[in-house]
């Protein structure tokens, strides 16, 4: 039997593949490698195994998805395949919609086809818009900002109906902002074009690659001005997928869980652990606020620890550190330079 993991050569699902392999599945990796490439899928094989099986196919057609489990023998997605960029959201939600929920579409027909129950769904903090309390729990009220945002809840709202009405079970993790990397410096984030996101921007400045970074915003309600956000290492979310595997109950029907640490750090906080890191002082500017942003969010991790057994226990000093690891191996990501 083998789990799929669909977006597999990404970076969230790149690391849960590998953490998948180590806890003794036969690991599947289906992505269209519209935003990752096959160097990414050499280096999870050079982890894992070389004959590693990868198809690459877009997760929204059902016919390929449905032959990949009846080959492979799959009683277990999870389905990270999705476009991820809030800015670029904004200027083709049409992009947006039809590949996030086409693609969840395509994964849970395959699923329903073909008997299989047991889905892990790849959602995002994003769901809690401009939350009015912190931390969130995951019964805080939902409401999307942007049309990334938009298309997880839908995607969300979507299986909580299919599982309703069928023998799908369900659990969608809610990120907040994953960080670092695997520690061997052999996977990692590899943004294709200008980052949007800090930390591979700030990265991507130290290693030359682009002159400064911008702050966006100082004038926050938050104790040093900048935003608050719960960065969370890559492998503690990895590992978060494997114990949400390992906790599904037949019938549990659809269950929201959120991946975070419990703790919120600034901006500037980042900043200083980022430049303690790598041991120089990063040209910064102080710009406006981002069109889109929330001044404030971080988890309640509560529910995660109670059905999961999960709990995230790497620091920011440590995603930073793997972060950076990754990035002087791989100053261009998988490319070469
Ligand atoms: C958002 C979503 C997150 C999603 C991610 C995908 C929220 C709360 N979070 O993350 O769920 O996974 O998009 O892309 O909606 N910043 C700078 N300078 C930069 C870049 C960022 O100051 O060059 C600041 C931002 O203003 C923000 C913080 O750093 O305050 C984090 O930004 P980013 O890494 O882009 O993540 P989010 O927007 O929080």
């Known amino acids: 039997m083998s789990v799929l993991v669909t977006g597999g050569a990404g970076f969230i699902g790149s690391h849960t593949a590998v953490v998948l392999h180590e806890s003794g599945r036969k690991v599947v990796i289906l992505d269209d490698l519209s935003n990752s490439s096959t160097a990414a899928v050499d280096a999870i094989r050079s982890l894992t195994r070389p004959d590693l099986p990868f198809v690459e196919a877009d997760a929204a057609d059902s016919d390929v998805v449905g032959r990949v489990i009846v080959e492979h023998e799959v009683?277990?997605?999870?389905?990270?395949?999705?476009?991820?960029?809030?800015?670029?959201?904004?200027e083709k939600p049409l992009e947006y919609y039809s590949n996030n929920v086409g693609s969840t579409i395509g994964v849970t027909r395959a699923m329903i086809e073909n008997g299989v129950s047991r889905l892990v769904f790849s959602s995002s903090c994003t769901v809690y818009g401009e939350p009015d309390e912190v931390p969130v729990t995951e019964s805080s009220p939902t409401g999307a900002v942007n049309p990334y945002g938009a298309t997880k809840l839908v995607?969300?709202?979507?299986?909580?109906?299919?599982?309703a009405v069928s023998a799908l079970d369900v659990m969608a993790l809610r990120y907040f902002?994953?960080?670092?990397?695997?520690?061997?410096?052999?996977?990692?984030?590899?943004?294709?074009?200008?980052?949007?996101?800090?930390?591979?921007?700030?990265?991507?400045?130290?290693?030359?690659?682009?002159d400064?970074?911008?702050?966006?915003?100082?004038?926050y309600d938050t104790p040093d001005g900048s935003a608050v956000r719960d960065y969370i290492h890559v492998m503690d979310l990895a590992h978060g997928h494997v114990a949400a595997l390992d906790s599904m109950v037949p019938h549990g029907r659809f269950t929201a869980v959120n991946l975070g640490t419990g703790e919120g750090h600034s901006v500037?906080?980042?900043?200083?652990?980022?430049?303690?890191?790598?041991?120089?002082?990063?040209?910064?500017?102080?710009?406006?606020?981002r069109a889109g942003d929330v001044e404030r969010i971080w988890a309640d991790p509560t529910l995660a620890a109670q059905l999961l057994g999960w709990h995230a226990n790497r620091s920011l000093h440590e995603m930073l550190a793997d972060h950076w690891h990754w990035q002087q191996k791989h100053p261009t990501g998988y490319r070469a330079s």
Do not use: W
Request: charge should be negative.
């Open 75 to 90: 009683d277990e997605v999870v389905h990270f395949a999705a476009y991820k960029s809030v800015s670029e959201s904004v």
């Open 155 to 163: 995607c969300e709202q979507l299986l909580v109906d299919v599982a």
């Open 177 to 210: 902002n994953p960080v670092g990397a695997h520690p061997s410096g052999n996977i990692g984030e590899d943004p294709i074009g200008v980052p949007t996101n800090l930390v591979p921007y700030l990265m991507q400045v130290a290693v030359g690659r682009l």
């Open 212 to 219: 400064r970074l911008s702050v966006f915003g100082e004038d």
């Open 268 to 289: 500037l906080e980042v900043l200083a652990v980022a430049n303690e890191v790598i041991g120089i002082s990063l040209p910064t500017q102080v710009a406006g606020r």
